[in-house]
């Protein structure tokens, strides 16, 4: 008998979701992709090979696997068939064996991006017309798939032959013991109605948006899986309460790449041991800016650096509740080699109160200050172990702390962007 399993971002997005649904589509029959549109990145590594997803689920590098974008996303379709013809220029043949797109998926229009850069600055969107898309689909005057393919469109021809009446599909797959692979975009802390609102995504990007974006029953699921860094970053505006520095000057800070042309390779070198050092005398803004470097935390749809702070267990908690998580993934705990001190968050401090509980009302959560935990850190490079029990001890323990803090087991371990840099820890939750 298959298993359904839904990977779902525990935190605000960007937790490595693409690596770690990756890594799990080698069992996998099917792969579907179930909210959001272009503004979620998945970078996936085969060998030397680098793919950039905005659409397209990450199980589509894999021969044989079903790949399916559900009902429960907004389509751009100029994108989606630039995708296409990039994955055919490096020779995947793609067809409605491997790719179907669900006829009742919702096109984005030119006029709702125009839209979304008028009015989306102000929660930090991506500017790239999902609101807008959602907002026109609950008004009731948006334009489907199935309809969208009628068109005389170049891009309408081009994917008329992979649209599909995917909940079948799905259905017929469960039914037939295959296992399935659901995939979420953004994070459970970006949900329309559990996250931050109004610092939130416009799809349900929590595990129950997999049943209505994919037009399948929730007693269909067998596990969930939340994906967490051993940090915790954020992109765009909205609360953060463990971040490391500040929103202004992370925004002000420059690319990897543009610092590696301003300074050169030798100038960039003693910019990141400033940073280290910097990082090492409890100076919030450089960890902040080490985890940036680090992890090249830097997205894969706007290039924008990305928010950095400590681990938030509080949050974590929230996110495990309504997913109801049976396990996590961490990813990037690579990343936090060379600090000798790393904290987690254990609780808010509230006029005076401690709060373990997280509050999803900014004008509570603004006010909260994050109560923390210092556990001693590490100098090894992680990217190159074999197992958990090569780790250093302190990462061990660090990793141990989380489990106890959020209360769910720790399944799959990353300690870099490639297949073999990831550890199966309990194989019971997987396929």
Not at 369 to 390: A, F
Request: hydrophobic share 35%; charged share 25%.
């Amino acid at each position: 008998m298959g298993k359904v399993i839904v990977i779902v971002g525990g935190q605000w997005g960007d937790e490595g979701k693409g690596k770690i649904v990756d890594f799990l589509t080698e069992k996998a029959d099917v792969t579907a992709r179930y909210n959001g549109g272009n503004n979620a990145g998945h970078t996936v590594i085969v060998g030397n090979e680098k793919y950039k997803f905005h659409l397209i689920p990450s199980g589509i590098v894999h021969q044989g696997k079903l790949n399916i974008i559900g009902n429960g996303t907004v389509i751009d379709p100029a994108v989606l068939v630039e995708e296409i013809e990039n994955l055919e220029k490096r020779g995947f043949n793609v067809s409605d064996k491997n790719l179907v797109i669900s006829a009742n998926a919702h096109i984005i229009l030119p006029e709702y991006v125009q839209e979304d850069k008028r009015t989306g600055g102000k929660v930090g969107t991506t500017g790239r017309g999902i609101g807008p898309a959602y907002t026109y689909k609950a008004a009731r005057v948006g334009v489907r798939m199935c309809d969208y393919i009628t068109k005389e469109a170049k891009e309408a021809k081009k994917l008329k032959p992979l649209v599909k009446n995917t909940w079948i599909m799905i259905n017929d797959a469960i039914n037939n013991g295959k296992n399935i692979l659901l995939e979420g975009a953004q994070g459970s802390l970006l949900d329309i109605d559990h996250g931050t609102y109004p610092y939130v995504t416009s799809s349900n990007s929590v595990a129950g948006g997999a049943c209505t974006g994919l037009g399948i029953g929730p007693t269909k699921i067998s596990n969930v899986i939340g994906v967490y860094k051993a940090y915790i970053t954020r992109v765009g505006g909205g609360l953060f309460p463990t971040e490391l520095g500040t929103e202004e000057k992370t925004n002000n800070e420059e690319s990897l790449d543009k610092l590696r042309k301003e300074l050169g390779e030798e100038g960039f070198k003693h910019l990141y041991k400033k940073i280290i050092l910097k990082a090492n005398e409890d100076d919030e803004y450089s960890q902040g800016r080490l985890l940036r470097v680090q992890g090249v935390e830097y997205g894969t749809t706007t290039g924008r650096a990305r928010r950095t702070g400590w681990f938030d267990a509080v949050a974590a908690r929230y996110a495990i509740a309504i997913n109801g998580l049976s396990s996590v993934a961490i990813t990037k705990l690579d990343v936090l080699t060379s600090l000798k001190k790393i904290k987690i968050c254990t609780a808010y401090s509230y006029q005076g109160k401690t709060l373990t509980d997280f509050p999803t009302n900014i004008n509570i959560l603004k006010n909260c200050r994050p109560v923390y935990e210092e556990m001693p850190g590490w100098s090894e490079d992680l990217s190159k172990i074999g197992g958990y029990d090569d780790l250093p001890e302190n990462a061990k323990s660090y990793l141990e702390r989380i489990e106890k803090l959020i209360g769910v087991p720790v399944s799959i371990l990353s300690v870099g962007p490639k297949r073999n840099q990831t550890m199966v820890l309990r194989e019971e939750e997987l396929f």
